[in-house]
């Protein structure tokens, strides 16, 4: 038994892939929900020159991901070739280009016969096509799951056709962050940290908040045995099923729940606000995929608001778990509509860290929610036995000090003034890691309140929107000395 124990432990060390990359959740802009297959050198490059000039850049969004339709097949020695049409001077050319304005590039294959859209893809050409990626300065394989020639059905089949890849990326001696796409097919979260940095858990996410789709058939109920993950997912759909697996991600291998719609023009305001909480509360990587040039004030500042970064880039690495979800009777067209609690840890100064406390409401009414120590700590002991209920917490509205429009235009326009603490300079910090200090806006929101021992926090959340909160120990640090 003991023996066991052990060799199955040594398994899980050895096995989850640890390649120094994703850890936390990789954040970076993606051309496919913009641009399809109407892509080019010139919209790869000018949307980077854009993440550089408009601060993305120094938030952490870092890679650069030209998706589907870049390739015009092999060559005579089997090399993909991109098309020179839209890459006039080659990937390699891009990739140098794109590092020297200091952000990563990313490139998009397929594990079958062909990519979802008909080009040439890598199955049985793994290593000449890492080979070929590595040697053109690539950082980052985005791994689709189309014409996979019938190789899924089973973890088994699956996994080990990934992991074909992720042994390629890894000969090549270059670090490349493997994405793995197959659309949650065959519990891939279940073994997908022993494969690749990130997987997708689900069908692809469309720019609709919670209208049902008969294209996205598994839905939260049936999610996990269901074998059709498809397309056309709401944020909600994919909300509620990442609920129900967030345990299985952690520093260096991620749920990815899909790309960010914000700023895309389907959903209203409040929606893309709980998109960006959620997503990053519940740490999958952050890839914007919007058309940059058709930046306004309201996408850009849900995507520049650094608290809610530092909470998808804590060094914790641990996602929020949902406490409880209801659902609600003012509900809208499609008949959705809940509340829910999402709560976690994260770096803080106390001897219990700091807490994310997250409430959406997706019905139509606005509404008083609340959650109380004993429920914000359970899972630290149950039915009010968890120490930290006995401390009082100061409360962070993390959405707060969203910048107002005057700041988002002037970053946009590049005139008028950006106060300095609008948003946490990521470059200039050394990321996200260091202890986020009370006073610091752009890491903590702004404080609102402070609940007594045994208390509960109230939040007024408006409807369709979030309340959105970080909560720190008082008086942690002073505690710590008395301890010495
Ligand atoms: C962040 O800091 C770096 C280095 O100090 C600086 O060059 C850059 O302009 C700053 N970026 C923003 C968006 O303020
Ligand atoms: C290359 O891209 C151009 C422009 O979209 C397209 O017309 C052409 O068919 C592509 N070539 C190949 C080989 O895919
Ligand atoms: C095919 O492409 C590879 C990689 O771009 C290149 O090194 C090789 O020389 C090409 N082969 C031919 C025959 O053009
Ligand atoms: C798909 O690729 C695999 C590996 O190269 C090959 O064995 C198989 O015959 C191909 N299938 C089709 C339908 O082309
Ligand atoms: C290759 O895998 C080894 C063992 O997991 C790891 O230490 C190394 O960093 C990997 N190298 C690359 C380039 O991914
Ligand atoms: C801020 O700008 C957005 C466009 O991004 C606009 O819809 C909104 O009404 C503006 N808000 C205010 C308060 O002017
Ligand atoms: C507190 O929240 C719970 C869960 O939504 C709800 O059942 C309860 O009625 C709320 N309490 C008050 C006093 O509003
Ligand atoms: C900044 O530039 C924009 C667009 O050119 C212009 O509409 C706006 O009035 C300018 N704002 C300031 C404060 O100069």
New binding site residues.
Partial sequence: MRTLLIAASILTTVLAL???LAITPQMGWNTWNSFGCAISEDIVLSSAELIVKWGFKDLGYEYVIIDDCWSAGRNSTGHLQANSTKFPNGIADVASKVHAMGLKLGIYSDAGNFTCGGYEGSLGHEEIDAQTWASWGVDYLKYDNCNNDGQMGTAQATASRYKVMQRA??A????ILYSMCNWGDDAVWVWGSTVANSWRMAGDVFDMFDRPDPRCPCDEYTYLTCTESGFYCSVMNVVNKVAQIISKGGPGNWNDMDMLQIGNGGMQDSEYKIQMSVWAAAKSPMIMGNDLRKMDANTLSILQNTAVLSVSQDVKGSGAERSWRYFVPDQDKYGQGEIALWVGGLNGPGQYGDQLVLFTNTGTQDRRMNASLATIFFDSGPEGSAPQIKESWEVYDLWANRMDNATANAIINGNGTVPSDARWNATANGGYAGLPSSTEKALMGTKVGTIQPGGTLWADVKGRDVGMFRLRQVGAGKKKRDEL
């Avoid at 090549?172 to 670090?175: I, L, M």
């Fill in positions: 640890r390649n120094g990326l890894n090549t001696g270059r670090p």
